[in-house]
């Protein structure tokens, strides 16, 4: 990684080749870099690198610094400036060009320089002089870094990654599946290397200040690392805190995980926080608390589970639940009543799969059922076993001469699911 070749864009986005390089009269970028003004700074550098490894036929993309010693350039606890959402492009534009027998990975922070001045990343081909002298490789890389021009580096949401493998899946799987972007992360390793948290607090800061971000999530237990970063004003968030907050407005999440509990605790969102747009005209302004009819919630998730979570997913704002997130439980947040009455019919229509007649009374979902009664039968003198079988599946059965027809064991049961 070390030898890297820098590709500088320029406001165009286009790729600017080196004065004096034979390549520049057919390169895309050369006429557009005539028109370029000399003394402005590009928007994005981008290394074009070659990854050494022994991990095959694999395009990556990392940020560079050091949380620790400086032994491979840059300067110690010196982080350049991240650009997380043109790093999560360029991931795209690798998956998008690469050859079938390439992989795609994302690392983590390492090596120099420290100090760029613009936002940059580096583009790497690797692992091996195959892939380095490989055309098809290396256009893939080049097509990907093309693919920038016009790219934000930064995106509304970043993070920052503490911990895990030299190759970084779980920040590779939140960039790749969530709406944030990662920035600087320090693996295993660069936090060994960076010492007590508590003595390099400013390394720490940088990460999150290169980063343009104010949260991170941390792999492991590292609640000294975790301390400093609240010390600092910043937030550990978990990757399901990450996940579940995708597409929801992050004032929205602070105001009702404040009025109801924390995604850590069990809340999660429905489809209307995913739709929440305060800037429509049209768009509600504010919600309201209300208790989940918490027995029935239990009856139609014996019934059908998913069916009920889509229910209540489709008509509440948010939501608590229990058993690690699964079963909707506890209070509420609507948009409206009317939401929250839907909630309920949507409810008591799962019943309806299991029950012979439901009707909504003041107060209840009623709930109407006829079926085999034990009682019953014992006391026309049938005993417990295959007897009782046959009636509860609407069989008739003889006792002592006698034919007992289903309906005359037959009982109805009432149940009031308060709401």
């Known amino acids: 990684s070390p030898n890297a070749a820098a590709a500088e864009a320029g406001d165009s986005g286009e790729v600017v080749a080196e004065p004096g390089d034979p390549a520049a009269a057919e390169s895309p970028g050369s006429a557009a870099s005539e028109s370029l003004d000399p003394g402005a700074a590009p928007d994005l550098l981008v290394f074009v690198s070659r990854h050494s490894g022994d991990t095959g036929p694999l395009l990556t993309a990392h940020f560079t610094g050091n949380f620790g010693p400086a032994e491979y350039g840059g300067e110690p606890g ?23 027998e390439y992989e795609v990975g994302m690392e983590c922070t390492h090596h120099g320089p420290s100090a ?57 799987r939140i960039q790749r599946e969530t709406d944030w972007a990662v920035g600087h992360v320090a693996a295993d390793w660069g936090l060994a290397a960076l010492g007590a948290p508590a003595a390099n607090r400013e390394v720490v ?11 991170a999530v941390v792999e492991g237990e590292r609640s000294e690392l975790e301390s400093v970063i609240a010390g600092l004003g910043y937030e550990v968030v978990s990757e399901t805190w990450v996940r579940e907050t ?20 069990g809340l999660r969102f429905g489809e209307h926080a995913r739709g929440w747009n305060p800037d429509r005209a049209d768009a509600p302004t504010d919600y309201q608390l209300v208790s989940l009819p918490d027995d029935l919630l239990a009856e139609t998730q014996g019934i059908d589970a998913d069916a009920t979570r889509e229910v209540v997913d489709s008509h509440a704002l948010a939501f608590e639940t229990e058993q690690a997130g699964t079963r909707a439980r506890g209070r509420a947040a609507v948009l409206s009543e009317a939401d929250a009455e839907a909630l309920v019919d949507g409810l008591a229509d799962l019943l309806a799969r299991k029950y012979d007649s439901v009707a909504r009374e003041d107060g209840a979902v009623v709930a109407h059922t ?26 008739p059965v003889v006792v002592d001469g006698r034919e007992i027809e289903p309906e005359a064991v037959n009982s109805e049961r009432v149940r009031e699911f308060p709401v």
């Not at 085999?372 to 609407?394: M, N, Y």
Request: glycine share 12%.
């Open 116 to 172: 760029v001045g613009v936002p940059s990343l580096f583009a790497e081909l690797g692992s091996d002089e195959p892939q380095w002298e490989d055309p098809a490789g290396a256009r893939a890389v080049a097509r990907a870094v093309l693919d920038l021009a016009g790219v934000e580096p930064h995106r509304e949401r970043q993070l920052v990654g503490f911990g895990g493998n030299h190759y970084a899946p779980r920040f590779e």
């Open 205 to 215: 800061r940088r990460a999150f200040e290169r980063s343009r971000a104010d949260r």
């Open 370 to 395: 006829t079926g085999f009664d034990p009682e019953k039968a014992r006391t026309l003198g049938v005993q417990e076993g295959p007897a009782f079988g046959k009636l509860s599946a609407g069989e």
């Open 78 to 100: 010196g982080l350049a400036e991240a650009c997380p959402n043109a790093h999560a492009e360029l991931l795209d534009g690798f998956e998008s060009h690469a050859p079938e």
């Open 246 to 265: 995708t597409g929801v407005a992050l004032d929205l999440v602070e105001s009702l995980e404040a009025d109801l509990s924390g995604v850590g605790d």
